[in-house]
């Protein structure tokens, strides 16, 4: 069966409890004050079975005062049930009821005529007749217009009727968001602890899953949930839901927090919108102004900063903005939020959030984020998306950034982020999503820091990759540094080592002089042997005395093409002089009968001083050639 949420809306006492009562049965004033009072103070509910649709309630408030009362109610209806009094007719909460109805984005509902027993049938047709002129040109136009009486019950039926058909073409909520239940009660019960209650817009919600309580970002678990009144094993997308909670107590819970699943969405204080000014406001909206900011259940208090070259929007008027929040709020692309003048409080218009996790702006950056603001506003998900990467240039977005701004499901995300790498509208840097642009600025960044150090130090392997990742993925995830090497590499660019990346066509020219040098400096190593000079000896012999540092670069060489190891400081041997000497040791080795040798005895086989047999046997200890044991060697 489905189950769609309708609202009262209008104002005060035109009959919208009575309305609900006579339809239900359920009086939706319980507190004691609404009773006593006789007006309707905070929102009230009461659900009716017609069959084939179940309905919940949401009765508000008509009173001017509790308007934010009526916000904390409205925001996740389908239908809206628009009440006029026939005895009184449009009064200034009828259309201001009906103004947040249409920023909120409500969609369908119908007009009902209460008190029809009161009124000729003269007066009835003048109603309705200012009626239709209310709703002329809105989603109400063409909607049913039912005159009744609670107090008769002349009609209720009819009323019935036509609510179970206009239920059922309301479309079933879109399966594409994550969970979200914004809180409009939460009290505690006696044996059961906090509840909640809410509309649940999107997805569903589980007995025993853990959610999180947004934006305090609290851990919780659902005892238990009722929808209607009755315990159910989970509540489903548009159901009017209570949910007993466990690992929380009801006082930290409030009136404007969401129940989103664990990690999913985050906290934010700043947002760009689009933003709909009333015809009817008393002014133009300005930068540093403070509105009152009414977004799921929440109200939050919150400054303008008007994000259009006029510097303002005027009535009537839509416009670009960033909304800066006293205190954290949660919202995803789309949501939509009513703006109330900070004093005296009244309606101003309402608007759409566009990007929930938005930076402040440079005012000179503005065509570009009208732009941005624009393609977020009309794009499509792949769109979008594309958007919100760009946005983080050289940080590059992680599916996690995407899922917090949207309210995607993963299977959502992945689709749009699909279609936007086939559009070539982003790049998967190994999994973070980055601009096409900023992919190839870093590319080319990294090209031209290698190729200047080629340069500058010819004789060098190439640029430590250390290097690049300071100087231009600082604010990168590691991630990218790895594809934009990744990239060039399978381009042919650039040759990544472990830690070193050159260019391709990158060899170390020697000059004659230096092969010369090259030659020489073997030479030296190669007829030593095993009893090679110090570096500085050997460039001495070289004839390098005035050029140390040179004569190191060209030893580099030397050791990178395995010529000359280093074994101990600044002690090399020519390789082939080790690798004879290794040869030695196992031969010998192999006619002991214990495989050992100590210092005195290498030193003989080797033919060396102890300045050179320590730092020798050390060296094969490393290789594993030998393994000390005391002070002896077991050549292995
Ligand atoms: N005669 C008559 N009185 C009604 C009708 N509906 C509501 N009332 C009365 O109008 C007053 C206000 O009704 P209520 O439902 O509290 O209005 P609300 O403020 O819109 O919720 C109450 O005294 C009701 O009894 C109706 O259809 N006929
Ligand atoms: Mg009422």
């Known amino acids: 069966m489905k189950s769609i949420i309708v609202g009262t809306a209008g104002h005060i006492d035109h009959g919208k409890t009575a309305l609900v009562r006579a339809l239900t049965g359920i009086d939706?004033?319980?507190?004691?004050?609404?009773?006593?009072?006789g007006i309707t103070i905070d929102i009230g509910f009461a659900d009716l079975d017609l069959g084939d649709v179940r309905i919940g309630f949401v009765d508000v408030p008509g009173h001017e005062r509790f308007v934010k009362n009526m916000l904390a109610g409205a925001h996740g209806i389908d239908l809206v049930a628009l009440v006029i009094a026939a005895d009184e007719s449009v009064m200034p909460q009828t259309r201001e009821h009906f103004d947040i109805c249409r920023l909120l984005g409500v969609k369908q509902g119908l007009v009902v005529i209460t008190k029809k027993d009161l009124v000729e049938e003269e007066l009835l047709q003048l109603v309705h007749a200012e009626t239709e002129d209310l709703i002329a040109g809105s989603f109400l136009e063409g909607a049913p217009i039912l005159a009744v009486s609670s107090r008769t019950g002349d009609r209720i039926e009819d009323l019935k009727t036509a609510l179970r058909e206009l239920g059922s073409l309301v479309p079933e909520r879109a399966s594409e968001f994550i969970t979200r239940l914004p809180i409009d009660r939460a009290f505690t019960m006696r044996g059961f602890g906090a509840v909640v209650t809410g509309t649940l817009i999107a997805g569903e919600v589980n007995?025993?899953?853990?959610?999180?309580?947004?934006?305090?970002?609290?851990?919780?678990?659902?005892?238990?949930?009722?929808?209607?009144?009755?315990?159910?094993t989970n509540a489903l997308a548009g159901q009017r839901t209570a949910v007993n909670l466990s690992g929380i107590e009801a006082a930290a819970v409030e009136r404007g927090m969401t129940l989103a699943p664990v990690g999913r969405l985050r906290p934010t204080q700043i947002i760009d919108a689009r933003v709909h000014l009333l015809d009817g406001a008393p002014r133009a909206l300005r930068s540093r102004q403070r509105i009152r900011v009414h977004i799921g259940a929440a109200e939050v208090l919150a400054r303008v900063r008007v994000m259009e070259t006029t510097g303002e929007i005027k009535p009537g008027e839509i416009g670009f903005a960033q909304l800066r929040f006293e205190s954290p709020i949660v919202g995803v692309l789309g949501d939509r939020f009513i703006i109330r003048s900070y004093s005296p409080q009244s309606t101003i218009g309402g608007g759409s959030v566009l990007d929930s996790a938005a930076a402040k702006h440079r005012w000179r950056d503005l065509g570009r984020i009208s732009v941005r603001l624009r393609n977020l506003w009309d794009g499509?998900?792949?769109q979008q998306l594309a958007e919100f990467v760009a946005d983080a240039e050289r940080h590059g977005l992680h599916r996690?950034?995407?899922a917090a701004r949207t309210g995607w499901r993963d299977e959502v995300i992945e689709a749009a982020n699909k279609q936007a790498l086939v559009d070539g509208a982003v790049v998967d840097a190994e999994g973070v999503m980055v601009s096409p642009e900023v992919f190839d600025e870093l590319k080319r960044d990294v090209l031209a820091e290698v190729a200047t150090h080629h340069k500058r130090e010819p004789l060098s392997r190439g640029l430590p990759k250390e290097i690049l990742r300071e100087r231009y993925f600082g604010h990168s995830p590691p991630e990218l540094l790895r594809a934009v090497l990744a990239q060039l590499e399978k381009q042919g660019a650039v040759i990544a080592e472990k830690e070193i990346v050159r260019l391709r066509e990158h060899?170390?020219?020697l000059s004659e002089t230096d092969k010369k040098l090259r030659e020489r400096l073997e030479q030296i190593y190669r007829d030593a042997a095993v009893e090679p000079p110090s570096m500085n000896e050997a460039f001495e012999r070289a004839g390098l005395n005035d050029a140390i540092p040179h004569g190191r670069k060209i030893l580099q060489l030397l050791i990178e093409s395995g010529a000359l190891v280093k074994v101990h400081g600044e002690m090399f041997f020519y390789r082939e002089a080790l690798d004879t000497l290794a040869k030695k040791l196992r031969d010998y080795a192999s006619r002991q009968s214990n495989r050992t040798i100590d210092v005195p005895g290498f030193k003989e086989l080797a033919g060396v001083s102890r300045k050179y047999a320590i730092p020798l046997l050390e060296y094969f200890d490393r290789q594993r050639v030998t393994r000390r044991e005391g002070d002896r060697r077991i050549v292995l």
């Open 28 to 37: 939706a004033d319980r507190l004691p004050e609404e009773k006593r009072r």
């Open 207 to 232: 007995e025993g899953e853990e959610l999180e309580l947004m934006p305090a970002g609290v851990r919780v678990r659902v005892r238990g949930v009722q929808v209607h009144g009755a315990a159910v």
């Open 380 to 382: 499509d998900r792949p």
């Open 400 to 402: 996690s950034e995407v």
């Open 507 to 509: 060899t170390r020219e």
